[in-house]
């Protein structure tokens, strides 16, 4: 019988309000000719760790290796304040928001996800994390050139949230787009 592969990702969820600042952000967008694929409200998330294609029979083992990372971590405290894309805006094929605030917590997080998924035998973490809330995704060719300009220019208040937890999430390609699955939430230690 052949094994189940489900496509998972360890990310942390973020507060209701991303989705009004996305959804404002799309505005600036509205007399441009490029086609944008916008992420749904519901799978706006920072992602942590992607794992990729992994067998069901996985799924206990990474989530015993995610509870030992997060044992003793306490929550910590990130901030989303401003807008960019990725890899440059002369050829964007992502929009983002940036993430500030706490980054060597963030990025001590990462790093120790990394290390125990790669002993899992997944793919080790890109060195050049940029932590960041993919809203829109840009593929090409296309007949226009994005504008850029009033995207990157744009400023909104300061998102503040306290990372409490995170989650294992594994996500499926249906005929209404992209759908994500919570398969677990880890809280990060109180004490």
Wanted: aromatic share 8%; net charge positive; with cysteine.
């Amino acid at each position: 019988m052949e094994k189940k592969l489900l496509r998972t990702f360890i990310s942390i969820p973020l507060p209701h309000v991303v989705k009004s600042v996305k959804q404002m952000l799309t505005s600036t967008f509205e007399t441009d000719r490029v086609k944008i694929r916008w992420v749904k409200h519901n799978n706006l998330h920072l992602t942590l760790h992607f794992l990729g294609f992994t067998p069901e029979d996985d799924i206990p083992m990474i989530e015993k290796e995610i509870s030992d990372v997060i044992s003793d971590l306490k929550p910590f405290d990130l901030t989303i304040s401003r807008t960019g894309c990725f890899p440059d805006s002369l050829k964007p094929s992502v929009l983002y928001l940036g993430v500030d605030n706490d980054l060597k917590a963030l990025n001590d997080l990462v790093n120790k996800l990394s290390l125990k998924m790669t002993t899992l035998g997944y793919k080790r973490r890109d060195e050049n994390f940029t932590p960041h809330v993919t809203i829109g995704k840009i593929n090409y060719p296309q007949k226009f050139k994005p504008d850029l300009s009033i995207f990157l220019n744009s400023s909104y208040e300061n998102i503040q949230f306290s990372v409490d937890k995170i989650q294992l999430l594994s996500s499926e390609v249906l005929s209404e787009g992209v759908v994500y699955n919570i398969l677990n939430t880890f809280s990060l230690s109180k004490n």
